[in-house]
Antibody, heavy 127, light 106 residues
C-alpha cells in the first residue's frame, strides 16, 4: 500500500532553516508529484507547492516563493521540503501528500487531488 | 483565489449533514473533500466532485452546482465528527483549500 513517512519534529530559532523529509513506498515514486501542505495549530490547511520526482520541476505558492525549496533523492524514494528565514508564524505541522492529477477526454488538466498523506512533522520556531 | 466554507455544522445522529464550499468560478473546477480528525492527517473522502475512494463509506457523497460544491453525510454517525476541507485546482493559482468546517454530531 502507498505510504509516506516523514521525519521527526524539529525546533528552530527565528531566521534559521528547516528541512523535512518524506519517504515514499508502495508505488513508483517518480510517477506522482509530491506536494507539501502545512497546518498551524487550530488553523486550516495551506498548500505550499509541488515537486515532480521525475523531472525535479517545482511549483510554489506565491506566499512561499523565495523561501521554500522542494527537492528529491530518487535513489531512496524521498522528497524534501526546506523552508528558510523561519518566523514564529511558520510554527505548524507540515504534511507531504501524493498528488494525483486527472484529465478530461482531450487530455487537458482538469484538477488534482491528494490521495495519500504523510503523518505530519511538527516544526516549532521559537527563540 | 478563495474557497468559502461555513465554520461549523451541527447534526443529530442519523440525520443528514451538508457542508458547502463556494468560490468564484468554482463551476469551472472540480472539488475534492478531505476529512481530518484531531491529531491525524487529512483523508480524501470525495474527489472529482462526486467520486468516492475505495474504503470510504457510502454515506459520504458529493455534488456540485454552479459555484457551490456540497459534501453530504447521510445517516451521520458520531464517528463522523471531524473537520472537513474542500479543495480545488486552478491552472493559474494551482491548489487552494477552503477554510474548513467542523462537524459536530449531537
Amino acid at each position: 500500500q502507498v505510504q509516506l513517512v516523514q521525519s521527526g519534529a524539529e525546533v528552530r530559532k527565528p531566521g534559521a532553516s528547516v528541512k523535512v523529509s518524506c519517504k515514499a513506498s508502495g508505488y513508483t515514486f517518480s510517477s506522482y508529484d509530491i506536494s507539501w501542505v502545512r497546518q498551524a495549530t487550530g488553523q486550516g490547511l495551506e498548500w505550499m507547492g509541488w515537486m515532480n520526482p521525475n523531472s525535479g520541476n517545482t511549483g510554489y505558492a506565491q506566499k512561499f516563493q523565495g523561501r521554500v525549496t522542494m527537492t528529491r533523492n530518487n535513489a531512496i524514494n524521498t522528497a524534501y521540503m526546506e523552508l528558510s528565514s523561519l518566523k514564529s508564524e511558520d510554527t505548524a505541522v507540515y504534511y507531504c501528500a501524493r498528488r494525483v492529477p486527472y484529465y478530461d477526454y482531450w487530455g487537458d488538466a482538469q484538477g488534482t487531488t491528494f490521495d495519500s498523506w504523510g503523518q505530519g512533522t511538527l516544526v516549532t520556531v521559537s527563540s | 483565489y478563495e474557497l468559502t466554507q461555513p465554520p461549523s455544522v451541527s447534526v443529530s445522529p442519523g440525520q443528514t449533514a451538508s457542508i458547502t464550499c463556494s468560490g468564484n468560478k468554482l463551476g469551472d473546477k472540480h472539488v475534492s473533500w478531505y476529512r481530518q480528525t484531531p491529531g491525524q492527517s487529512p483523508v480524501v473522502v470525495i474527489y472529482q466532485d462526486t467520486k468516492r475512494p475505495s474504503g470510504i463509506p457510502e454515506r459520504f457523497s458529493g455534488s456540485h452546482s454552479g459555484n457551490t460544491a456540497t459534501l453530504t453525510i447521510s445517516g451521520t454517525q458520531t464517528v463522523d465528527e471531524a473537520d472537513y476541507y474542500c479543495q480545488a485546482w486552478d491552472s493559474s493559482t494551482d491548489v487552494v483549500f477552503g477554510g474548513g468546517t467542523k462537524v459536530t454530531v449531537l
